[in-house]
């Protein structure tokens, strides 16, 4: 049986937040994982709202630190404070994540009594997180401050078939390690070849483009992606925009998904001005890239 890779899009705005879409956070939950990729203001209400329990994160991965990705960050990290959480909480971020990190989120934690303990790491161009089941990397992109992109990449894997060892009705016993290197073994007078009850579980990849302008960095770090979550902050009819702010259009993202070769394209940071009207950035988008989609607040996509 696969592990899902589960995404819950906390907030799908961008500067200024509407009635429709809260500021930019999306959570990834991979087994015991639980990453929030930014954490604009109003996300732990957005944790509530989807029925979600904060505790449980993780790591925080932080784009950059404008106001909208950010500011949610006091709040959430008091709330975890409140509730007792007691895990070690590693925040990343790019260069300078370190000094915003003291002048915009230190001055309202509690000096004292805190729970847990806070580390921030910066990141660049770099796989910064690597263990047995999963990596996750960084890569710079172009938003006229220090920003990166995210891949969380769940790696390929050999597995042992349950079902089929269940049919065989092979006992557990220390046996099973040596199916599972795909040794032939001898189990109840029969021989039982591990190769054969394997199989391979393949590479799934999540990238996370959010702020900027069209770089290098945002098509490494999409390439190959099952799934890219990227900004649109605007339509093609506001390219001259787009540019002249660091951001992608509709089209612009739509390119770099097909460039990247992508499977799939999930636009969010949508500008306040297509509040009614998502259906323009969504077709426009489908015709460089057709399996694109736009997520409302709360949805939640498997892969």
Not at 4 to 22: A, D, Q, V, Y
Request: aromatic residues 6%.
């Amino acid at each position: 049986m696969v592990e899902k890779i589960e995404l819950t899009f906390l907030g799908t705005g961008s500067t200024i937040p509407t009635k429709r879409r809260n500021h930019p956070a999306v959570l990834l939950k991979y087994k015991a994982e639980n990453i929030l990729v930014d954490c604009g203001e109003g996300t732990q209400r957005q944790f509530r709202q989807a029925s979600l329990n904060p505790c449980k994160v993780t790591k925080i991965l932080i784009t950059h630190w404008h106001g909208d990705h950010v500011l949610g960050l006091p709040g959430l990290l008091q709330t975890l404070n409140m509730n007792g959480y007691n895990k070690n909480l590693i925040i990343y971020g790019p260069k300078g994540s370190k000094t915003k990190f003291q002048e915009m989120v230190m001055p309202y934690l509690p000096k004292r009594e805190m729970t847990y303990n806070i580390v921030v790491k910066e990141v660049k161009d770099e796989i910064f997180f690597d263990n047995d089941e999963f990596e996750i990397e960084a890569a710079s992109v172009d938003h006229g401050c220090p920003a990166v992109a995210y891949a969380f990449v769940v790696k390929e894997k050999k597995r042992l078939d349950k079902d089929k060892l269940d049919k065989l009705k092979i006992p557990n016993s220390p046996l099973v390690g040596e199916l599972v290197k795909g040794k032939t073994v001898e189990i109840n007078g029969k021989k039982v070849d591990g190769k054969k009850l394997m199989y391979v579980e393949p590479q799934r990849k999540v990238s996370f483009i959010l702020d900027t302008q069209k770089c290098d960095g945002a098509l490494k770090i999409a390439k190959n992606a099952d799934i890219l979550i990227c900004e649109a902050t605007y339509s093609k009819e506001d390219q001259d925009i787009a540019g002249d702010h660091g951001h992608l259009s509709s089209v612009d993202a739509a390119t770099i998904a097909k460039k990247a070769k992508v499977n799939g394209l999930v636009l969010i940071h949508l500008s306040q001005r297509y509040e009614g009207i998502p259906k323009v950035i969504l077709k426009e988008a489908k015709e460089v890239f057709e399996d694109t989609i736009i997520p409302e607040d709360l949805d939640e996509v498997e892969l």
